[in-house]
């Protein structure tokens, strides 16, 4: 049977002599195309030997073909590719966390298009430092001595611990040793760092006497880290941040807090009541808060970290921070968004902007669809409430008031409608409940629209389906 389906198996001659992958191939120079078909071919090889394959000796000719031609069409498509986000999870991993919007209009990106000052001080003539201005800038916002970015919030804990913790004992609750999800886990950062985790208090319960019997003065050092997105119920106790930094004080040992979510101001905001402040951290005098800056900080992936003058210079002097530093790009993004916090207009920042559309601009934006009605193959497509929430790990049970629309199709079920319009060209991904599919608009940008009345015409007709 295999060697019968490889003696089945295209040439590579002949895939690249076909009309249809030679169609789907234009933006592939010839030796990229033939190396294409060849690895695909290999790998339908492999399938085959390996018994993994579902090819028959009918199909085998037309199974590469199509391979070839899909990795063809997937290497034009730029990426990352535009997804409508229906899930009413306004910071979403997946997604690419907070949407960056007109921050991208407020580059200059004449300027990066060119040469830049990104190392360069026009003063001096002399080398100047990548980040300084806008680590000024993050002082002024959060009443930090110092701040320096890199990569991401992992970065900024590694290089945080690696420069004030290697080789030395960090004392953390046993209800913090969390795992974030995409490989962050509180233990594993910790190990890489070179420093030795001690574990205090319990699951459930921790005590500042639980830091105070383990902590040893002029040695240890305190870390909290934000629990993110868990929440503990029942006979529950954590040490409030003040009180470690008063424990650090009495010992003279570093606190360090990894907050995550990097949620700057919104007050009077009830869903972000139980989110830490990282200027309130600061305030209660931790001596270095680490931080995203593309969850609630609304902007392009990066690690901020602030803190003591004389802590951070370390950090900037470490050989890590040179591997973990910023390319020109993220940090003038970084920089347009720490502009409008400045501003005191972090209300515009996209991520905010949509957190803030109000229930009646989502119903005038919902209104605005023509939806199909009863005598189409849809038995359902009609505005509902529903609850969005902050995602990123912040406060992950709060959910607050959205609307959106709720789809029943005659023909499809509630996955495979779900799986029909998350394939297309452009995505519109929702999420499902009870066989029903829903589609957030909270979640979506006013342009997104147009593309989700397509997709519910399409689907109104006999067979849509097939
Ligand atoms: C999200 C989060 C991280 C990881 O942040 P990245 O920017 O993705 O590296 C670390 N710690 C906490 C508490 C978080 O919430």
Redesign the pocket.
């Given at each position: 049977m295999a060697a019968h389906l490889l003696a089945a198996l295209p040439s590579v001659h002949e895939v690249l002599r076909h009309p249809e992958f030679q169609a789907a191939s234009p933006h592939l120079a010839d030796p990229y195309r033939a190396r294409l078909v060849q690895s695909v071919i290999q790998r339908h090889r492999d399938e085959l030997r390996s018994g993994t394959s579902s090819s028959t000796p009918e199909s085998i000719h037309l199974d590469v073909l199509r391979s070839c031609i899909g990795e063809a069409r997937a290497i034009a498509s730029p990426f990352p590719r535009r997804v409508i986000n229906g899930t009413g999870v306004l910071v979403h991993t997946n997604f690419g966390r907070a949407p960056l919007g007109e921050l991208l209009s407020r580059i200059d990106a004449r300027a990066l298009a060119g040469y830049t000052d990104l190392e360069w001080d026009p003063g001096s003539g002399q080398r100047g430092n990548r980040d300084v201005a806008l680590g000024r800038a993050l002082c002024l916002l959060t009443g930090a001595e110092a701040a320096l970015v890199v990569n991401?919030?992992?970065s900024a804990l590694l290089l945080g611990l690696n420069t004030l913790a290697a080789g030395k004992e960090v004392l953390v609750s046993r209800s913090e040793l969390?795992e974030?999800g995409g490989s962050?886990r509180v233990p594993e950062i910790m190990q890489a760092s070179g420093c030795v985790l001690r574990e205090v208090g319990t699951t459930n319960r921790t005590r500042l006497d639980d830091f105070a019997r383990a902590a040893r003065a002029g040695e240890s050092v305190l870390l909290k880290?934000?629990q993110?997105n868990f929440v503990q119920r029942g006979f529950v106790q954590q040490v409030p941040v003040q009180e470690m930094v008063g424990l650090g004080g009495a010992l003279g040992i570093p606190v360090i807090e990894?907050n995550?979510?990097g949620l700057m101001s919104a007050d009077g905001v009830a869903v972000l009541d139980p989110e830490p402040r990282v200027a309130a951290s600061l305030d209660a005098g931790v001596d270095v808060v680490c931080c995203?800056a593309d969850?609630l900080f609304g902007s392009i992936?990066t690690?901020i970290i602030l803190g003591r003058a004389e802590m951070i210079a370390k950090m900037r002097q470490s050989p890590l921070y040179r591997v973990l530093r910023l390319d020109k790009l993220r940090l003038a993004v970084l920089d347009a968004a720490l502009k409008l916090h400045l501003a005191g207009a972090g209300d515009d920042l996209p991520l905010w902007r949509l957190f803030h559309t109000d229930q009646a601009e989502l119903d005038a934006r919902i209104g605005g669809l023509r939806l199909p009605g009863p005598q189409t193959r849809w038995a359902s497509c009609r505005r509902v409430p529903l609850r969005a929430t902050l995602g990123?790990?912040s406060n992950p049970e709060a959910t607050f008031a959205s609307a959106g629309l709720e789809l029943v199709h005659r023909d499809l079920s509630a996955d495979a409608l779900k799986r029909r319009l998350s394939t297309r060209d452009v995505p519109i991904v929702g999420y499902v409940r009870q066989d029903r599919l829903y589609l957030d608009v909270r979640t979506f940008f006013p342009d997104d629209f147009p593309q989700l009345q397509r997709a519910l015409d399409e689907l109104s007709g006999e067979g849509a389906a097939e």
């Open positions: 991401n919030c992992a969390v974030i962050f880290v934000h993110s990894d995550g979510s995203s969850k992936q690690g990123g790990g």
